[in-house]
């Protein structure tokens, strides 16, 4: 069993920036953030393949947003940048235990944190 725990969340204005990260307790693979905002479904927001080197974004944050890995640390992180009031949601960390290849669905990740705010005041 792995544990993630994020951190980094917080309330920031338009436009300024926030770096989540997520410490697992165990070895995983493809990892993931997703977030979900009241009264939506959860949603990809970037995700990365084990090696760290092939990695993707929804439409929404591409050039904002970047995610990145450190295996020895164990630990993956989401820097954000130019926050939009949209960006408002609670943010989840994601793992796999099996698949290196980085995957967009929900329903590849076994392995969930517990979610971290993230506000963005306009």
């Known amino acids: 069993q792995v544990q993630l725990v994020e951190s980094g969340g917080g309330l920031v204005q338009a436009g300024g920036s926030l770096t989540l990260s997520c410490a697992a307790s165990?070895?995983?693979?493809?990892k993931a953030w997703f977030r979900q905002a009241p009264g939506k479904e959860r949603e990809l927001v970037a995700a990365?393949?084990?090696?760290?080197?092939?990695?993707s974004y929804a439409d929404s944050v591409k050039g904002r947003f970047t995610i990145s890995r450190d295996n020895a640390k164990n630990t993956i992180y989401l820097q954000m940048n130019s926050l939009k009031p949209e960006d408002t949601a609670v943010y989840y960390c994601?793992?796999?235990?099996?698949?290196?290849?980085?995957?967009?669905?929900?329903?590849?990740?076994?392995?969930w944190g517990q979610g971290t705010q993230v506000t963005v005041s306009s």
């Open positions: 994601a793992a796999d235990g099996k698949g290196r290849v980085l995957s967009l669905h929900v329903r590849d990740y076994n392995y």
């Open positions: 165990g070895l995983a693979f493809r």
């Open positions: 990365i393949d084990y090696s760290g080197g092939s990695t």
